[in-house]
């Protein structure tokens, strides 16, 4: 931003004032005191969310082409997922909670595979000349354009090496990426700090839930970044419905060293990094064991009262 001889442009001045890193004394007097202070980074991040997301020209807001990864290693084919509708979306929501004990036993292929299949797998695709391919997953995401990609790293599910797999997502299958190693050790330890130790025992898969953030952001600018994380968030959410109605036990997790973890996974994090992180095993208790009810009889009690 500063010029060769250190001097400030003032056309640079102002955008800073622009995006609010920057207050005149007059503002600084006029502003109401918070109880923290904001991370100007962060705060620049906040700005765009708002402001960003012009496009250059019609070619950029096209959705990219998608290409087969990983076609190259081994595949894990996953056996077909059970269906949900023994249980009602009402209940669904009412149970769910992040649960952070888990069964003494491994977590299922099946298990995984219908976690997979209901939050994470392409259920189509629609094209067009204008708006190019538009990926439609069971979460909805900013523009159809299928940034988000998930890795398993199977800790202990039955029937499947330990170790990491990228969810070919449009053909329901496991590639496999790399050994238990040193580092998935240290994720997994991670895993059990950031969850403040309140795990029983390791969960039996981590999910990494990362960005290719190119198929995002030729199309949605400098407001990318902040669209790819709500993406996240709901498909969060799914993964912790679906974990519910499977009888799962779900837990977001809020950090991890997202450039490591990418590198680890063989992938260049300025391309392609870590945005999210999940974990999950088999419930520690069972349905019956939990709090059976009718939503509609509770609401209706609720409403009564
Ligand atoms: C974005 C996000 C990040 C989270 N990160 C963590 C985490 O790092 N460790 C943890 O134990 N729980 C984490 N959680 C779970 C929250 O603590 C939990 O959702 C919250 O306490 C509400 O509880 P509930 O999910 O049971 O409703 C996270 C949840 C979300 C949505």
Redo the contacts with the bound molecule.
Sequence with gaps: MASANGSVEIEDLLELHELGLLETEDEIADRRSTNFEWDPIELAVQRRTSRGGYRTDSASAVSPVMVPRFADRPATALPPPGTLCNVSLADVLEQ???V?SYAKRSMSLEELSALLYHSARVVRCAGGARFGTRVLRPFPTAGACSELETYVLSVDISGLQAGAFYYDAFRHRLLRIREWDDHMERILRSVHT???N?LNRDPAVVLLITAIFERLMRKYRDLSLSLIYKDV?SF?QTLYLVATALNLAP?????GDEAENSRWLGLDPLCESQVGCFVCGPRGHKTSELRQFNTRERGRDKLQS
């Design positions: 769910r909670r992040s952070r950031a969850a403040g309140k968030g969060f837990c977001a997790i809020g950090s």
